[in-house]
């Protein structure tokens, strides 16, 4: 099928969709050449990023979450979007499988009794860049605070440098 750009908009919630923008990106990947290295170096430096911030969250997340009365692990926001695929993609990983159809309440299927079965680098975008309320009055005060927000800050410069090159040489190479 011919990606398109209202595909590319698609939240990617049904597997129809979520197959095709993962086939499209793997075929643009795979026939790219080195065109698309620096979209892979953006990527790798994003995963490296999160990893190091990754102990901070931890810390807070577990201290806060056992306590919390409203769980946000729900099946609603564990999905991948667009954006979280061309960065799956372009780490060479292949995207886990998701469980479609399922009722946005219901608990997240990667929702285990420890906390998340995935690792932090891998997590859809929605899961990655969401902090509650008490999550954030649990950090703000400590002193790392202002090194992770730096870091987090730039991680998410990252990703949109990331975005920016991917869509920009895929034009490119689909004008070809
Ligand atoms: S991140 Fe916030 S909303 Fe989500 S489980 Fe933890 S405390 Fe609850
Ligand atoms: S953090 Fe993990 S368990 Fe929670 S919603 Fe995201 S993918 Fe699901």
């Not at 769980?71 to 995207?95: F, M, Q």
């Not at 509650?132 to 090194?147: G, I, N, T």
């Not at 730039?154 to 040489?169: C, P």
Request: proline share 5%; with cysteine; glycine share 4%.
């Amino acid at each position: 099928m011919e990606f398109n750009n209202a595909l590319r908009n698609h939240p990617c919630r049904d597997l129809l969709t979520y197959s095709q923008v993962i086939h499209f990106l793997q075929k643009t990947f795979s026939g790219s050449g080195d065109e698309l290295k620096k979209v892979t170096n953006l990527a790798r430096k994003i995963r490296e990023g999160m990893e190091s911030i990754s102990p901070f969250i931890q810390q807070a997340t577990q201290s806060v979450c056992p306590r919390c009365t409203h769980i946000c692990c729900i099946s609603k926001h564990g999905h991948y979007t667009y954006e979280d695929l061309i960065y799956v993609t372009a780490l060479n990983r292949e995207p886990p499988q998701l469980i479609f159809g399922r009722n946005d309440t219901e608990r997240c299927p990667y929702l285990l009794e420890h906390g998340c079965s995935m690792e932090r680098w891998l997590r859809p975008s929605g899961c990655t860049w969401y902090f509650c309320e008490s999550l954030l009055d649990y950090m703000e005060p400590q002193p790392a605070y202002r090194e992770f927000d730096d870091s987090l800050q730039d991680v998410a410069e990252l990703w949109l440098e990331m975005v920016e090159e991917f869509e920009n040489i895929s034009n490119r190479l689909r004008k070809r």
